[in-house]
């Protein structure tokens, strides 16, 4: 039995849509959490909302 492994996707900017270092995979649940762009024109700090609703 191969380990599943869950499929990965990268934050991106809502500003700019540039691609951030953080990875979620599909079952990701994530408030609270600040990242800053590393886009040349960009650099806004923007919180990782996914799936919040889900959050208990
Ligand atoms: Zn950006």
């Given at each position: 039995?191969?380990p599943?492994?869950p499929k ?13 270092p ?14 800053k762009c ?12 996914i799936?919040?609703n889900?959050?208990?």
């Open positions: 039995m191969k599943i492994k990965k996707h990268k934050i991106l900017c809502p500003h700019c849509s540039c691609p951030t953080i990875m979620a995979d599909e079952n990701a649940v994530c408030k609270g959490i600040y990242v590393k886009g040349a024109h960009c650099k806004k700090e923007f919180e990782i909302k799936n919040e889900e959050i208990k």
